[in-house]
Every structure is written in structure tokens, then in C-alpha cells.
């Protein structure tokens, strides 16, 4: 077996015990720097009453956590399911080199998940999604901006 | 002052605050319930070396914490910013009320943050993303939403 199933063997292993155990629902996920497992996650979402606790953003945070690093540019992701747009935000912010996923969103979706509601909902302006997004005080908020610009020791991300 | 333009000053409060410590980025959030409070937070991804650790997931996983709940579906979210692709994601997990931020993606992305960048990148199919997607081992995976699905005891979210 290719050295990439070894590691989506892992995850799915992850979720199936995951669900066996009650602590969340049915993923799980790895990152792996130079072919060793650097960090796991499985989705903790009701048994940690963390709505971001996705396997994915379990493992993340796991890995940086163990590097010291807020990024993971030299790494890869083993994910059971197709990233929801949370996770997929969060890959992006972590720079992670490459993403192996197994099922898809509409599996997910089939399964009760809301990834591609979601999705949907992402590709709207602001003032057409289910959630309502208004807008104030955004002069006021600019400040914000320009206190980080005009901040020379600033370590950006 | 109108009630959301004092929380709203409050985030604003704290992002610049975060600055001057030099915590994390330009960013703050609050989570309001019943027009009181519950949690505040700003972008600790630098000092916490989480990449995940943006204002509104560190607001949304401490209301969380508060009310041992996994969904904030009475609540509202404050935010200096338009929430990020990740952040969006967090948000819709969490079932928020409502959301109102101050500055726009466009804002943050002239003061050099990914927001539509990654916006941009969610909204391709994954072969087409600057992070490669690959999928494998899909019917070895769908095992798990199979346990899932079986599971009687499960809690749904």
C-alpha cells in the first residue's frame, strides 16, 4: 500500500473510533511533515462544546502547537472528508503544502452535514445569506488597520 | 450612541488594544446575548501560534465554554472586520443570530491580509486550488459516515 493510503488508513481509523467512543462526529485527520505523522485530530465538536473542533482544525492546532509555528508550509493534510470552508480557511491560513481528502462534501451532506449548505451560503454577498450581515462603523474601524501599518515590530501572518 | 454601535466600539477597543500589545492581528469580536456580553476575543494567531485563532473563533469557542452549549443560536457576533472565509464557516457551525462588522475583505486584504485570496480559492472546484486537493480511498472512508449513521446514541450537531 502506497505510503499515502498508510496515512488515510490512519484517519479514517481516527473516525471510526471516534464515533465508537461518542466524542464527536465521523472524521479524522493528520498532518504529516517528511512522511512522519506530526499530529491528529478527530472532530470534538459536541464532546468539547467547540463548534471549530473539526478534525482538521484539531490537527492543526495540534501541529503548530508542537512546532511552535503558526504555519505549516512544508506539511500535508489527510483528512476522512472533503474540508468544510471553515477547515478550508483554516488550510489556508496554515500555508499546508498539500490536502488528501476521501469522501466529498455532498457525502457529508448526505450524512446530515451542513459543508455544502455552507459553501452556498460563502458564495453570497453578505446581505443575501441566511445569517444576516449588516455592516456599521467601518470609518471608525479602519483605525484598527492603520495602527497595525504604522506598527513597525509587528509579526505578520 | 445606539446599543450595536457601543458593542461594536467595544471590538474596536480591543483590536487596537491586541495591537499595542502586539498579540496578533488588527482584530476583535464580541458575542452578545439578551444585549449583555458573553465573550469577547482578539487575533491571537502569533502569540498563540494558532492559525485558527482569529477574533471570532476565540470569541465563538469561549461562548461556547461559557454555556457549555456547541451552537450559539441566540446570540450575535460583533466584529471589526467581514469574517474570513474560516471564520464565516465557524460562524454558520455555530448558528449565530446575526452578524455585524465594521471594515470590509477588501479592507483587510489592502492591509495585506489573505481574506479574499481565500475567498477567492473557496470558490474553485479543489483541482483548480493553489493548494492541491486530491481525493483517495473514498468508498474505504464512506465507512465512517456508515458507523455514523448507525449509531443510535449520536449527537447530532
Known amino acids: 500500500m502506497a505510503k499515502a493510503s498508510v496515512f488515510m488508513a490512519k484517519a479514517i481509523d481516527l473516525a471510526l473510533e471516534n464515533v465508537e467512543l461518542g466524542k464527536g462526529g465521523p472524521f479524522g485527520a493528520l498532518i504529516v511533515q517528511n512522511g512522519e505523522i506530526l499530529a491528529s485530530g478527530a472532530n470534538l465538536v459536541t464532546s468539547l462544546n ?3 473542533a473539526h478534525a482538521e482544525v484539531v490537527a492543526i492546532r495540534a501541529a503548530c502547537a508542537f512546532k511552535s509555528e503558526f504555519q505549516l508550509t512544508d506539511c500535508d493534510l489527510y483528512t476522512t472528508c472533503e474540508p468544510c470552508p471553515m477547515c478550508l480557511g483554516a488550510i489556508y491560513w496554515a500555508r499546508l503544502r498539500h490536502v488528501y481528502f476521501a469522501c466529498t462534501a455532498a457525502d457529508a451532506a448526505d450524512a446530515g452535514f451542513d459543508d455544502r449548505y455552507i459553501y452556498e451560503q460563502i458564495a453570497r454577498a453578505p446581505a ?3 445569517i444576516p450581515f449588516d455592516s456599521l462603523m467601518r470609518d471608525e474601524a479602519l483605525a484598527c488597520f492603520a495602527a497595525w501599518s504604522a506598527k513597525t515590530n509587528r509579526v505578520n501572518y
Open 50 to 52: 467547540d463548534p471549530t
Open 128 to 130: 443575501d445569506r441566511a
